[in-house]
């Protein structure tokens, strides 16, 4: 039996006849009214939101709006929104740093005071369920014709065995010339050190001691003191520090390096933090050694986190000199070398090594560090894949570890030209990882070329991908309003609801606990398709339901009481009043997303045991699997509606 349209509809369907008599008399623009009544009539249709799912943008109260760089979901159910400065200059001047706390089930917020600029941090999730950041902003770019003061690397030496020396941000250094220069950040520059050798003469008798003194070193940017060309050097040369006296003087100097009038990039900073979700503050732990900017941070099999490329201290990008982060000890110590552009996309794969998809953020020279492959950090080897096409459009692209976890596979999906390219791929492609010689495969093409795309993990084992732009930043209006499954087991792509903001660099996804997801940020250069009106960030937020919790969310599976931690076996119960209505269950751990590279999300196929009241799900014991840390449990049912998350800690 038919049911009459409801009030509402009523008054839509109205409206959209109103309109279409309307044509005649201004149809361009009444035509596209209509066609706009009409398609927000039709996306509220039960039926539509059914089969496509649904958008939904959030009320954001004013003082909570902020730039967000940075998205990372907490075992709290909350998620943290950094911003830092937020990519503008006028914050970072101020010291004005933001990070935003949200929490999805009651949609408030809460500012949390930010020591230091995250902006353009790393991040990764810790066993204990702190967020660790480390990295993040010391100064920002200046453009070529922008620079007025010469600047460059200062290194500075101490030849002094018995302490540290510290220059403050001002210390001025001079030439030989009487060319000043003056530092534009503190810098400790760390004691020499002292060796003591046995020496022996020819007849093998013992002499005296020989001691040899290295000296300490650090390096610190600088800027000539007046403008103009009279101060470029690229000739090194010995350089006094002002205001130093008697010993310290004589054992402390500068050497220039290269000074010049070209481009300075963003310049890393070395501070590293852990985020508290309990108490909601960041606590300080032992910087890097080395200063960092758009640095990947990936977590190990062990507990521990190592933190790869960035942006130095002087903007330059980093040869390699990685650094591990040891939870327990809160401190850090050299990682195996390897160099890579910036925010690679690194998965911890079978055995712990790293598999690196070609995925990065893009600074970085166009022909080093751009081919995939996996690496062993036990012999720090690296095995070059083949067989990615377009394999030059990897900037920007997105990539994840595809669900189950245990298949091993890894895929890429779209992707741009190197550094300001127009050139975008739709191309996707697969590598089995378990195979004995892997080769990516190609997958489904995306609708267009497309860069900045956002892909999550969804209970069921799609993907979800959503936004991105087919140009650089957003270009020519180049945002794409679409959206799309990918099913790994089909190994193709079927239509979803279309998000209504367009979202292209600094933008994020993650996956909640209640199973929808959340969309953040972007950051387009331009805001028309001329590129004359320079673009501003955007800070709507925007949730996706998707279709199953609009088929059957009043009936999805109900996950009831339960341990939070595994048993000895492996095993946690959770009571449940339909168990036999469950058919997977799968261990999702959270995730922690900045530039289209999110490192930490996976998914966990995991036993599942029933009885009359309550589901028995058993984890796999491989730490390369299942890395320390809190996880979302999922279930589902036969028609993969999910469960709401619970927090599980796997130890």
């Known amino acids: 039996?038919?049911?009459?349209?409801?009030?509402?509809?009523?008054?839509?369907?109205?409206?959209?006849?109103?309109?279409?008599?309307?044509?005649?008399?201004?149809?361009?623009?009444?035509?596209?009214l209509a066609g706009e009544t009409y398609h927000a009539y039709k996306v509220s249709q039960p039926s539509y939101?059914?089969?496509?799912?649904?958008?939904?943008?959030?009320?954001?109260?004013?003082?909570?709006?902020?730039?967000?760089?940075?998205?990372?979901?907490?075992?709290?159910?909350?998620?943290?929104?950094?911003?830092?400065s937020g990519n503008e200059q006028r914050k970072f001047d101020k010291g004005s740093f933001d990070t935003v706390l949200w929490d999805p089930g009651n949609d408030t917020f809460k500012k949390i005071p930010t020591p230091d600029d995250f902006f353009c941090s790393g991040h990764a999730q810790l066993p204990d369920g702190r967020m660790l950041v480390a990295g993040g902003t010391a100064r920002y770019e200046q453009l070529d014709g922008e620079v007025r003061r010469a600047g460059g690397g200062m290194r500075v030496k101490n030849e002094n065995p018995d302490k540290d020396i510290v220059l403050k941000?001002?210390?001025?250094?001079?030439?030989?010339?009487?060319?000043?220069?003056?530092s534009r950040f503190d810098v400790t520059v760390p004691r020499a050190r002292r060796d003591q050798t046995a020496t022996y003469d020819q007849a093998g008798v013992m002499q005296p001691w020989r001691t040899t003194v290295t000296a300490g070193e650090a390096r610190v940017f600088v800027e000539a003191t007046e403008k103009g060309p009279l101060a470029v050097t690229d000739t090194q040369a010995q350089y006094e520090i002002a205001g130093l006296r008697g010993e310290d003087a004589a054992n402390t100097y500068g050497l220039s390096e290269k000074i010049t009038l070209e481009k300075q990039d963003f310049?890393?900073?070395?501070?590293?933090?852990?985020?508290?979700?309990?108490?909601?503050?960041?606590?300080?732990?032992?910087?890097?050694?080395?200063?960092?900017?758009?640095?990947?941070?990936?977590?190990?099999?062990?507990?521990?986190?190592?933190?790869?490329?960035?942006?130095?201290?002087?903007?330059?990008?980093?040869?390699?000199?990685?650094?591990?982060?040891?939870?327990?000890?809160?401190?850090?110590?050299?990682?195996?070398?390897?160099?890579?552009?910036?925010?690679?996309?690194?998965?911890?794969?079978?055995?712990?090594?790293?598999?690196?998809?070609?995925?990065?953020?893009?600074?970085?020279?166009?022909?080093?560090?751009?081919?995939?492959?996996?690496?062993?950090?036990?012999?720090?080897?690296?095995?070059?894949?083949?067989g990615l096409r377009d394999a030059d459009e990897t900037e920007t692209s997105a990539s994840l570890l595809l669900p189950p976890a245990q298949d091993q596979k890894v895929m890429i999906l779209g992707g741009g030209g190197v550094g300001e390219s127009k050139r975008s791929t739709p191309r996707t492609a697969v590598v089995d990882l378990k195979k004995d010689n892997p080769t990516f495969q190609d997958g489904p093409d995306l609708p267009q070329g497309t860069r900045y795309l956002n892909s999550v993990i969804m209970p069921d084992d799609t993907v979800f991908t959503?936004?991105?732009?087919?140009?650089?930043?957003?270009?020519?209006?180049?945002?794409?309003?679409?959206?799309?499954?990918?099913d790994p087991k089909a190994n193709t792509f079927r239509e979803a609801a279309s998000p209504t903001v367009g979202r292209n660099y600094h933008s994020e996804a993650l996956l909640l606990p209640d199973g929808r997801v959340a969309t953040f940020g972007s950051d387009p250069l331009f805001d028309d398709q001329r590129n004359t009106k320079l673009g501003h960030?955007?800070?709507?937020?925007?949730?996706?339901?998707?279709?199953?919790?609009?088929?059957?969310?009043?009936?999805?599976?109900?996950?009831?009481?339960?341990?939070?931690?595994?048993d000895k076996d492996g095993r946690a119960t959770f009571a449940t009043d339909h168990p036999e209505?469950?058919?997977?269950?799968?261990?999702?751990?959270?995730s922690a997303v900045t530039h289209t590279t999110d490192v930490e999300q996976r998914s966990i196929e995991l036993g599942l045991t029933k009885t009359g009241n309550s589901v028995t799900v058993e984890v796999p014991k491989d730490p390369a699997l299942v890395p320390p840390g809190w996880y979302m449990l999922f279930v589902t049912d036969a028609q993969g509606t999910p469960s709401e998350a619970k927090w599980v800690r796997i130890t």
């Open 1 to 32: 039996m038919a049911h009459p349209p409801s009030k509402k509809a009523r008054k839509r369907l109205l409206g959209i006849t109103g309109i279409a008599v309307l044509a005649g008399l201004n149809a361009p623009a009444a035509l596209g």
């Open 49 to 84: 939101q059914a089969a496509f799912g649904s958008w939904t943008q959030i009320d954001i109260p004013g003082a909570y709006r902020t730039n967000a760089i940075h998205a990372a979901l907490l075992h709290t159910g909350k998620v943290l929104i950094v911003a830092g």
């Open 169 to 182: 941000k001002g210390t001025v250094f001079r030439s030989p010339a009487g060319v000043a220069y003056v």
């Open 267 to 386: 310049q890393g900073i070395r501070a590293a933090y852990e985020f508290d979700p309990r108490a909601e503050k960041y606590l300080p732990v032992d910087p890097m050694d080395k200063a960092r900017w758009y640095p990947t941070l990936v977590g190990l099999d062990d507990g521990r986190v190592l933190a790869v490329s960035g942006l130095d201290d002087v903007g330059t990008i980093d040869p390699g000199d990685n650094e591990i982060y040891d939870p327990r000890t809160k401190k850090w110590t050299p990682g195996p070398k390897r160099y890579f552009p910036t925010y690679p996309a690194l998965f911890l794969t079978q055995g712990g090594k790293l598999f690196y998809p070609a995925s990065n953020a893009g600074y970085g020279p166009a022909d080093q560090g751009r081919d995939a492959g996996l690496w062993d950090l036990r012999t720090n080897t690296f095995e070059k894949v083949p």
């Open 466 to 486: 959503t936004n991105g732009s087919r140009d650089y930043r957003g270009r020519s209006a180049g945002n794409i309003l679409k959206a799309q499954f990918y």
């Open 537 to 566: 960030f955007e800070q709507r937020m925007e949730i996706y339901t998707p279709p199953a919790l609009h088929r059957n969310g009043k009936n999805r599976p109900v996950l009831g009481e339960g341990a939070d931690r595994l």
């Open 581 to 590: 209505r469950v058919t997977k269950a799968r261990l999702m751990r959270p």
